[in-house]
């Protein structure tokens, strides 16, 4: 049986009070277990951004557990939030979040510097940097600064930062929302890599094209999970995502 990386029970998130009071999350309960693959889904207002912040210890419930690989994290100081953050979780963005003036290399190995229990000398921080970069096709770019990069390129920086520490789960907010459709198949095919790989990932996206590579869409609405559908291969044949060759060699 797979262990469970989440879980949550009768989570709630209010804000406002009284008549002003808007409940965000309105007592979701969910599992995902280690290596799921699964797509977040939702109108605007639905809740969705809501539990991805939960679930990324950015924010905490009013009320309910989040428990992350087996420790409550839900009542859990900002401190200890932010160390779980840094070792526990990798995060890619849709709008990359790079240091706009450092070179690729140093962008992924940022989480290695704010982790106050790292060992690694600068050299070995190097080194792991640069075959993360290796790994999502960018060997020839760990000089570069992100705007000498593409769009698609600065994806993949972001991925090999998050995935520099080996968290147990990645969280994936509209990854491909600024991309265009050559390199959306790009970074799709990194995130199914990954999930072959045995990575546990949840996305959340508005496109039905993107989630349909996860093995599980959970849809919301008003703070509540609407629909939870299991399948046992992906909407997208593996295949179809490599129907344009990457600009590098991929090797995760």
Request: with cysteine; aromatic share 4%.
């Amino acid at each position: 049986m797979a262990d469970k990386i989440i879980c949550i029970q009768d989570l709630t998130k209010y804000y406002g009070r009284n008549e002003t009071e808007i409940r965000a999350l309105d007592g979701v309960s969910l599992d995902i277990d280690e290596n799921e693959y699964v797509a977040i889904m939702g109108a605007s207002g639905s809740g969705k951004s809501t539990l991805m912040n939960i679930l990324g210890c950015l924010d905490r419930p009013t009320a309910g557990k989040y428990i992350l690989a087996g420790e409550d994290v839900s009542d859990l100081n900002r401190s200890r939030l932010a160390e779980i953050r840094n070792k526990r979780i990798g995060f890619i963005f849709q709008a990359y979040n790079l240091l706009p003036n450092t070179p690729a290399w140093e962008n992924v190995l940022t989480p290695l510097l704010y982790d106050r229990k790292c060992t690694l000398t600068r050299t070995q921080q190097k080194e792991r940097s640069l075959r993360a970069l290796k790994d999502v096709g960018l060997a020839e770019r760990v000089n570069h600064l992100p705007h000498e990069l593409s769009g698609g390129q600065m994806q993949r920086v972001a991925i090999a930062r998050a995935l520099i520490n080996d968290p147990v789960l990645i969280l994936a907010d509209e990854p491909t929302g600024n991309l265009d459709s050559h390199s959306s198949l790009e970074i799709m095919a990194i995130l199914s890599l990954l999930h072959q790989k045995g990575s546990t990932i949840v996305m959340v996206t508005h496109e039905e094209s993107i989630a349909a590579y996860a093995r599980r869409v959970i849809r919301m609405r008003d703070g509540k999970i609407d629909s939870d559908v299991v399948t046992d291969e992906p909407e997208v044949p593996a295949v179809s995502i490599w129907a344009r060759p990457m600009d590098g060699e991929v090797e995760l």
